[in-house]
């Protein structure tokens, strides 16, 4: 059998920040349809893969290709291609959701969105709220808002960096199926999160990182329970 194209593809992705090795040497494949979680301590350089990921961040050592194209060369390219939930701000606070998503939509030469608009604005509890200022919105909402964006265009990478912080179990359910509706219409999902079991209701394999490096590359049912507790511990420490 032939495998499918991997949509994610590092190979010994180096960052640096000055004297800081944010990331050193992570290399990570995730093919079309499959739901990845990045697991790590505070640090451990989570975000940091995901912005370069998502053509925010260069790479300063290792060669990166998203939906095909190397991220070093083309970000611009990268950035249409993702969805990518940072993992603070990317709202604009004069706006409301709906002018968002108007915008989102606008960018991407989008016609006929306004269903799945309206489907997504539902799932994730902000239809009452889709004309109000994202100004005065709580975490939670702006976080709920943040994953709709990431994938409203049903990109084919969907990036979502801490998408349950601050996040009610409404919220983190409409991720849930958001994620996975994703890989079942076989984009690549990376999602990065502080949380084990949420990690592993919602992605079949986790990458742990510590330090910028990484120390397992396992399915996530091994992170299962009071066993997968104690492994996940032991891998941390
Ligand atoms: N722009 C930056 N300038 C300098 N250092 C940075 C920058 N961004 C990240 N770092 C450093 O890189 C390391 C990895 O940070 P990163 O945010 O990727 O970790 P993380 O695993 O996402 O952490 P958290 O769980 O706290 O969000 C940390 O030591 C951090 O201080």
């Known amino acids: 059998m032939i495998a499918p194209p991997a949509a994610v593809l590092a190979d010994d992705l180096h960052v640096r920040f000055g004297d800081v090795h944010a990331v050193a040497g992570v290399s990570l494949v995730a093919p079309a349809g499959s739901s990845t979680a990045l697991l790590g301590r505070n640090g451990a350089g989570k975000s940091t893969t995901m912005r370069v990921l998502a053509g925010v961040v260069p790479p300063t050592e290792g ?3 998203v939906a095909g194209l190397d991220v070093a060369q083309d970000p611009l390219g990268v950035k249409r291609a993702v969805g990518y939930c940072p ?3 990317g709202l604009v606070p004069r706006a409301t959701p709906w002018e968002h998503i108007q915008l989102a939509a606008t960018l991407r030469r989008m016609t006929g969105w306004e269903d799945r608009a309206n489907h997504l604005l539902e799932l994730f509890e902000l239809a009452g709220v889709a004309h109000r200022l994202t100004t005065g919105f709580s975490h939670g909402m702006g976080r709920r808002l943040s994953v709709l964006l990431a994938a409203f265009h049903e ?14 179990p409404t919220g983190v359910e409409a991720t849930f199926e958001v994620v996975r509706e994703a890989s079942e ?3 690549a999902v990376l999602l990065s999160t502080h949380l084990r079991e949420l990690a592993v209701e919602a992605c079949t394999t986790a990458l742990v990182l510590r330090g910028g490096a990484r120390v397992a590359d396992m399915e996530t049912y091994d992170l299962k329970g009071e066993e997968g507790a104690r492994a996940y511990r032991a891998l941390l420490d």
């Open 63 to 65: 060669t990166v290709h």
């Open 87 to 89: 993992d603070v701000g």
């Open 155 to 168: 990109p084919d990478v969907l990036l979502l960096d801490e998408p349950f912080d601050g996040v009610d």
């Open 185 to 187: 219409r076989g984009a």
